[in-house]
């Protein structure tokens, strides 16, 4: 696409996607730093990514939508004050939920696994110390397994707990509870779908294969799908697959890093949990 192509090659040019140039004199790289969250959770890192002095661009790998039946999900919300704790697994599965709710009950504890899950708690008016928030003891480590050494599992023996996901989640923060007694009950908030390689986004992704470019992955499900779209690009899909092994991947979880590899990626910086990591990681790679 000639527009990404223009950008590619001039850093100081207005970023595509975002609404103006950049805030400050560029670095020396010509990269583009390509930010994969879905839509909804990109626009905050994506300006400071241009703060920094780089060029930032929005590809959702992953669309999130509404699942096709809501009912399970608003009746779990209407008897939040039965649960001893509600544990969400992303900022999407709490954006989700408060679509349904005036606010939060301060009895009703809750759990999250990563920085920017306690962020879209924030951002919906749900903090400490007014609200108990259970999260991984090390922010740089946002995952189910850090956060079930936060919890002391026993206290939820014979307790009600609500786990609010997408279709199809993890189920080690289930599995785990239910063995120390707890009564799980799992519902899902939204759906994950990996875009449709149409034209458009064919022409895109060879542009931006074209060179090496730091790409933010924050899923192991957005980049096997990113893997999938090269491998549907047709051509020469060895010389696509190749350029793609080439380029610099910033990513926050060790489970991300270990799915880059099988990949067959070769350059894979592996930060920890939160954007202001994302953001460390791409300075010292200019």
Do not use: C
Not at 16 to 22: E, F, I
Not at 44 to 73: C, H, K, M, N, Y
Not at 100 to 126: F, I, K, M, Q, T
Not at 223 to 245: E, H, M, P, S, T
């Amino acid at each position: 696409m000639p527009e990404q192509a223009a950008v590619a090659t001039d850093p100081v040019a207005t970023d595509p996607v975002a609404t103006g140039p950049v805030a400050r004199e560029p670095v020396a790289t010509d990269r583009l730093v390509i930010i994969t969250r879905p839509r909804a959770q990109a626009d905050a890192l994506a300006q400071a990514v241009r703060e920094s002095g780089r060029t930032a661009l929005i590809l959702p790998l992953l669309q999130i939508g509404a699942v096709d039946d809501t009912a399970p999900l608003k009746a779990a919300l209407a008897r939040l004050r039965d649960f001893a704790l509600v544990a969400f697994v992303s900022p999407n599965a709490i954006d989700a939920a408060f679509a349904y709710l005036d606010g939060w009950p301060p009895e009703v504890a809750l759990a999250v696994v990563g920085e920017g899950s306690r962020a879209a708690l924030a951002r919906h008016g749900v903090a400490a110390p007014g609200f108990t928030i259970f999260s991984p003891l090390d922010a740089a480590h946002s995952d189910s397994e850090h956060l079930l050494q936060s919890l002391d599992l026993a206290a939820f023996h014979g307790r009600r707990v609500l786990i609010v996901r997408g279709d199809g989640g993890r189920e080690l923060l289930a599995d785990a509870l239910r063995g120390a007694g707890a009564e799980v009950e799992a519902v899902a908030a939204y759906r994950r779908s990996t875009p449709v390689l149409t034209a458009e986004l064919a022409a895109q992704l060879r542009a931006l294969l074209a060179q090496p470019n730091d790409w933010i992955i924050t899923s192991s499900e957005a980049l096997r799908g990113l893997a999938g779209l090269v491998a549907a690009l047709g051509g020469d899909a060895g010389a696509w697959q190749q350029r793609f092994q080439q380029q610099r991947l910033v990513v926050p979880h060790a489970r991300i890093a270990a799915t880059a590899h099988a990949l067959g990626l070769r350059h894979v910086t592996l930060t920890g949990s939160g954007d202001a990591r994302l953001l460390a990681a791409l300075q010292s790679q200019e």
